[in-house]
Each structure stands twice: as C-alpha cells, then as structure tokens.
C-alpha cells in the first residue's frame, strides 16, 4: 500500500520573526561595513572639527544652503568673540583706544548670539582700524588670539552684509568648542 504524506504543520511564528530578524540585520550590517568610521583625538583647537568639516565638503558634496544658513550665526558670533578677545588683548598689552574706547567698550558688551548688521559691520571695521587694534597684530605672539581674526575682520563688510552667506572657507575658519561625538 502506499501512504501518502500530508503535513498540517504551520510555519512557527518565532521561526518566521527570527528570519525578517536575520535579514535586517544583515542589512544593517551591510550597510555599516560600508562606513568609513574615524576616530580623532588631539588637544583643543588642534583641528579635528576642521577636519570633519574638510572631509564633508569633499566627500558629501559640502554644505546644502539650509546648513550655510546655519552656520551664518556661527559666524557672526566667532566674529564678536574674536573682537571681544582682541580688546582685551589690547588692554593687556597697555594699548590705549584713546577715542576708539567707547566703541570698544560697546563691542566687550555686545551679545555674540546678536546678528550683525551692515551698521555694525562698518563700527568693527572702524575698530579694527584703530592704532591699537594694528599695535596689538604686531605683538600677536604676546596675547592669545582665534587664528583667524584677520581673515574675518579684513573682510568684515562681506560678512555683515544684508543677505550674507557663509561660504566654504568661513565655514571652515569658525571656531567652535565641540564636545562628545560628531556624526
């Protein structure tokens, strides 16, 4: 005689989760062995940011216009930093801002979070100017100074303008304190 076999099992729910469980995360896998993962370590201000916002601006195509926009107010508060830090340097130093220090004293005050204005532009740049903000880039290895004060303060219009948009070099010469991880 001959049997024929009929099998009324039912496939095993944990069996079939298992699986859809399996292939996610195969793919997942997948996706991160397609990652580069970088791990930078080094003193303050030595970099590693700069070179995370290099790589992006190389490898994924830069900064979208949403991000620039962003990093506009980034800007403008490493620019008030940076005149804040200048001031005091003078001070330091012993170089008096004779007519300049009401000015000077208005900018040690201003909120860094505070956007800058064409008018304001054209105050910094009238700061910038003075005999003791030129005396105190003589002595730069006297004080400590952002790197790149100069490259913002001589171009201070630009960055002040109506309508301003940071571009690449801007994004990459702001400072900012990063702690913990960037992604």
């Avoid at 000015?103 to 100017?129: D, I, S, V, Y």
Wanted: hydrophobic share 35%; charged share 30%.
């Amino acid at each position: 005689s001959r049997m024929v076999g009929f099998c009324s099992c039912k496939a095993n729910p944990d069996v079939q989760a298992s699986k859809v469980i399996d292939k996610e995360l195969k793919k997942t896998h997948d996706i991160e062995d397609e990652q580069v993962k970088l791990l930078l370590l080094g003193a303050g201000e030595a970099g590693k940011s700069t070179i995370f916002k290099q790589m992006k601006i190389i490898h994924q195509e830069g900064y979208s216009e949403g991000e620039k926009m962003k990093y506009r107010n980034t800007v403008w508060g490493f620019v008030v930093n940076c005149v804040q830090e200048a001031i005091e340097a003078c001070e330091q130093l012993g170089l008096p801002f004779d007519d300049m220090a009401p000015l000077a004293e208005g900018f040690r005050k201003m909120n860094p979070m505070e956007p800058l204005t064409p008018h304001t532009g054209r105050k910094l740049a009238e700061l910038w100017a003075c005999d003791a903000m030129k005396q105190m880039m003589k002595r730069t290895s006297e004080v400590q100074l952002p790197d790149n004060i100069a490259y913002f303060m001589d171009d201070i219009t630009r960055v002040t303008a109506v309508g301003y948009m940071p571009g690449e070099q801007d994004i990459l010469r702001t400072r900012v304190r990063t702690t913990g991880i960037v992604e």
